[in-house]
């Protein structure tokens, strides 16, 4: 250690970057004085070198005999003038916006402030060191061999089925995972897990924020912790406590996407870039507020001492800022790049397309990831909404990405429990034409629907609780939304009622099915598929516990339920009319003569206006035409057609079938009346089908035998 020796180094690449001989170290500050980088043995800082060049806003400096393993941190001077919007204190230890591991975790002291947090006054000075009581970055060694991804294949976004889970979650309490294992990257990757989501059908898995992040001050004092990750530190580091060797967390990632990729699985990950850890200001003082507060955050014009809130949070990352943006940037390519990931869901998605007049679709940030050449061609998803004004934006991102559909969920959940009409299932079931279309050449993979996601009930809760049960997170059940569109079917909670329970399992087969078999992106929430409970908690962000752990001791009805989400998402794959990329619209397709979409009353003939304007109107079909063309050449499509029904009423509908182009009958395909679906039996044109209370049906035009 003592053979260091500090050279001027470059301003590029940023962070440290080992050369095989030394490390480079490089931070971007346009308001500092002086930047010093601190080695560390374990806890113990054995040296502190200042950097020795400025270039372009960048401190920079080379050290010889620095290697991958080596525990460091800055220490950043310049002006604490909160007022001014600086907030520089060299007495807090501060990580790397740009290391690649973290080591340790946060102790919540009063010396991880800047100010003396005592007196709550942020315009104090606090002068204690912070370093015993943070995390350390380390140097990391880059190299990796992906020999275990050889069959990785693209998945076009009209194959494409994504499972969101959590690492922790979906590992901790399976019994084929190694103890050791549990709650880990390497615990993901074990084979029986990966087996499971082969055998699911999905094709992609969205994991929930593995981006180095910190427990909340306020949690860890009600022992419940931040557990669903939305509290980012470090925006290129995968998380340690997600590691079985957390000295080698970068490569037990590496190895977990690799082992994914292998069964043919994509991997993508749910960021946050709209907001930091380190909060408003009477927050902590951990990274970007110490290395460049001004730089960073956007603080309110004039009032420079306060943040824009517009997360929630506290801040807003400053994405109008060049170096703010480039950072963002250069995380993702590095996820996408070095790390092999396939693809992005933005956490607020809305924040990052902000400037300092409000969303824009031709921001900075957007433009930015338009022109790339490799984000571009990789999957992105915005969550398109956040806290601030005109933060509702779905259908409000440009060509190229896709949103998560809230309009879906809410829509699909008020038809089940007989709030909504045909008439305002029906644009939903199409992949949201109406939202999504209005750009050109945006297509329906565009609207990524889902029913269910990690914030708010499961499948299984929606059915079984009509209001929340959140006690659990010390809140007096006061957190988490109100607004459920559930229906407990007659019992509210855990029952023995056999009625009520039979309602619940044919209400979730038609979930699942509506979500799995309506044009666009299907998105299921881990552990629906064989009904995982949280207990009626509708804000589980606390949880790492048993309400949050997926139970893999599945009852009866849990494994019938599996399989009935097998089968459905087969269908999907085997009738590629159910996954078209172009909107389909009922329109005449004057050149072939066709139309893709015909809706159907219980009489069998089309929807009428007075049928879509009828009030009590609960029942209705719609033919998938598989003639339709596939693309802007007017070539008739050569898929089977379809016939689609859905019952949302309590009781029994004689339908008549309708006629089709494709052969005299109509085959059963699916029936969520019955336990595993149903299937095979064949019908004649105009016969009547008696349609069960609540279910859905699915059949395909075909030859009688």
Known sequence: MSDFIIEEGLPY????????????????SANATKVEVCLFDGDRETHRFELPEYTNEVFHGYISGVRPGTFYGYRVYGPYNPDAGHRFNPNKLLLDPYARAHAGALTWNPVVFGYKMETGDDLTFDDRDSAPFVPRCVVVDPDFDWHEEIARDDVHWDETIIYETHVKGFTKKHPDVPENLRGTYAGFATPKLIDYLTSLGVTSVELL??????????????NLVNYWGYNTIGFFAPDPRYASDVPNSLREFKEMVSKVHGAGIEVILDVVYNHTAEGNHLGPTLS???????????????????YINDTGTGNTVNLSHPRVIQMVMDSLRYWADDMHIDGFRFDLGTIL???????????????AMDQDP?????????????CGPGGYQVGGFPPGWAEWNDKYRDTVRDYWRGE???????????????????????????????????????????????????????????DGSSSNRSWNCGAEGPTEDK????????????????LLLSQGTPMLLGGDEFGRTQQGNNNAYCQDSDISWFDWNMGEDSQKLLAFTKRVIQLRRDYPILRRSRFLTGAHDTQLDIRDVVWVNANGSEMSNGDWESGWLKCFGVVLDGRARKTAIPRHGEDDSV?????????????KLPHTSAGPCWSLLLDTNVGDGGSGARFEFDSIYKVPGRSFLLFVGGELV
């Open 209 to 222: 924020p593995i981006h180095s992040f910190v427990n909340d001050d306020n949690l860890l004092r009600k």
């Open 288 to 306: 970007f507020k110490g290395i460049d507060n001004a730089s960073y955050y956007r603080l309110l014009p004039d009032r420079r001492r306060y």
């Open 353 to 367: 397309a902000r400037e300092v007049y409000g969303f824009d679709e031709q921001s900075g940030f957007l433009k």
């Open 499 to 514: 009625d009520v329970l039979a309602l619940r399992e044919r209400q979730k087969r038609n979930m699942l099915a509506t």
């Open 420 to 478: 909504a009409p045909p008439s305002a299932l029906a644009t939903r079931l199409l992949g949201s034409g109406d939202i999504f279309g209005r750009w050109g050449g945006r297509r329906s993979w565009a609207s990524v629907n889902f029913i269910t996601a990690h914030d708010g009930f499961t499948l299984n809760d929606w059915a079984s609780y009509n209001d929340k049960h959140n006690e659990a997170n010390g809140e007096g059940n006061r």
């Open 13 to 28: 690449p940023l962070g440290a970057h080992w050369s095989g001989k030394g490390t480079n170290f490089a931070v971007f």
């Open 374 to 386: 490799l984000l571009s061609t990789i999957k992105l998803i915005a969550e398109p909404w956040d």
């Open 643 to 655: 016939l689609i029904i859905l019952n949302s009423f309590g009781g029994e509908v004689d339908f």
